[in-house]
């Protein structure tokens, strides 16, 4: 085992955890709604069921955000499928499109509209 690298990924892991934490709760809810509905409403939905006009044409289908395998997933995993997309699926990411404050209103507005639920 190589400790230097092990140990550099659990600083790297809890330092972003901490920022996450830090940033989570942040989010504007009202912001959010509006760039929800600017940029995922045509797949995702209004009620955040996968149900948008579009997301019915897509091979793969939108994630469900109010699934409970979606509302298990936490901030940090939600925030880095926004910023980043998810592979081999349509949606894809909105870094350098949209700021990290908009993907935190848009986040903050997803947790209110389908908060945390942790899978038992």
């Known amino acids: 085992m190589n400790i230097p690298v092990i140990l550099s990924a659990l600083v790297l892991t809890m330092g972003c955890s901490a920022w996450v934490a830090?940033?989570?709760g942040r989010g504007n809810t009202q912001v959010?709604?509006?760039v929800?509905?600017?940029?995922?409403?045509?797949?995702?939905?209004?009620?955040?069921?996968e149900?948008?006009?579009?997301?019915?044409?897509?091979?793969?289908r939108p994630m469900n955000l109010q699934s409970p395998a979606s509302r298990a997933k936490t901030d940090w995993?939600?925030?880095?499928?926004?910023?980043?997309?998810?592979?081999?699926?349509?949606?894809?990411?909105?870094?350098?499109?949209?700021?990290?404050?908009?993907?935190?209103?848009?986040?903050?507005?997803?947790?209110?509209?389908?908060?945390?639920?942790q899978l038992n």
């Open 22 to 24: 830090a940033h989570t």
């Open 32 to 34: 959010g709604r509006t």
């Open 36 to 49: 929800y509905e600017s940029n995922c409403l045509r797949c995702h939905g209004e009620k955040l069921d």
């Open 51 to 60: 149900n948008g006009s579009d997301g019915q044409y897509l091979i793969v």
């Open 77 to 117: 995993e939600l925030l880095i499928t926004i910023s980043h997309g998810a592979a081999f699926t349509p949606m894809h990411g909105f870094r350098g499109k949209l700021t990290d404050q908009q993907m935190l209103d848009v986040l903050a507005y997803v947790r209110m509209m389908a908060p945390f639920d």
